[in-house]
């Protein structure tokens, strides 16, 4: 693995400005980035990117974030809620059809 210590974007400045304890590491065997935080001689992974390093990296740092792990719940619950409500009107909506018929 290789720590990262600046890109073009600065994208690994903008992560670090989330929490200096960060540290962007490319991860040459998994062919990935982890995003990691140091405490003392501890490190934990507290993400794992797949894509390029972009604003969405980014934004996903600061979302799972511990200080905002709660709002996120809060949203992932709201859109399971939306989402489940789509697929029961889906569902409705064929069985309204098949009934016709």
Known sequence: MTEIIEDALDIVQRIKSIDSLYKVYRNHKKHCFEVKKTYGLNEKTEVVWNEALDERLVRKVYLT????????????EIDNQNLQKKENAELFDKIMQDVQI
């Open 65 to 76: 974030r511990k200080e905002n792990v709660e709002k996120l719940l809060k949203q992932m």
